[in-house]
């Protein structure tokens, strides 16, 4: 990968493995707009970025080197060696072949903890439309304004400080439902010292889990989500019902206890069970495999 700074922008060649689409498109991140195919606007770290992908290059918009370096690198995990992932993954079997060819440009983000977990724990039975609604509300309610890009206003997601004022009635006037206590108890958890988001990439992954698992409304599957699209945890394998009906289509050919499809996937794909995920998911969702 080579980049370099032209005005406000810096651009990118040589960047293998990597499609835009399929990265903020496979059910990770909420804080997107679709312009086109390979246009988009994203928003993370308090930073507003547009990225216009071609066959050749990839211009990202409104940022320099430094930021790019800093934040949009590994946001986007654009170091990681997904060559040698797929490889090895596309060698188990002909399932993650087809799933691998069909997603390689996908890359998992290293988010924002704390957005990443409210993010998901609005993800609970909505839609995507729905959940990028969400928290967009939130956003110009309790975060502050960053620019205004294609007629557009951008905000940035509240820290946990500025979310802790709300009340209840003003995070469901936001149209969190009933996921609105379970936003104020992650609040409270970590201010108090209770829930240590910082400190979760140094624990054990268990560890982790558990410590996600303290906040009301945080059941395994959000906890996973977060420790694989925030922490880094790339062994873990966040199974929804979407996941486990995949899998069941793919590998079991029956009803299948959730801990037995984590245990399968800990044994057969390992330290890189989070990218089998997001490959089959991806993969499945499209061709409409397993509904």
Known sequence: MEYRQVEDRVIVTGLQD?????????G???????????NYIIVAFGKVLKIV???????????????????????????KDYDTI????????????????YGAGIHILQQDVWECLISFIISQNKQIPHIKQVIQNISERFGEKICTLEDCDFYSF???????????????QCKAGFRAPYILDACQKVLSGEVNLTQLSSMSTEKAKNELLKIK???PKIADCVLLFAVGKHEVFPTDVWVKRVMEYF???????IGKIHQF?????????GFAQQYLFYYARDKKIGK
């Open 251 to 257: 590998y079991f050919k029956e009803d299948t206890q």
């Open 217 to 219: 409304g945080v059941g």
């Open 18 to 26: 990597f499609d835009i689409k399929q990265t903020v498109e496979c």
């Open 86 to 101: 797929k490889q090895n993954l596309s060698a188990k079997d002909e399932i993650l072949r087809n799933a691998v060819s």
């Open 265 to 273: 996937a800990a044994d057969y794909f390992g330290s890189r069970a």
């Open 158 to 172: 509240p820290n946990v400080e500025q979310l802790w004022v709300a009340t209840e009635e003003e995070i469901r």
């Open 28 to 38: 990770q991140c909420f804080r997107y707009i679709k312009l086109t195919d390979y």
């Open 53 to 79: 992908q071609m066959s050749n290059q990839i211009i990202f918009y409104h940022t320099k080197v430094e930021e790019f370096e800093n934040i949009w690198i590994p946001y986007f995990d654009l170091e």
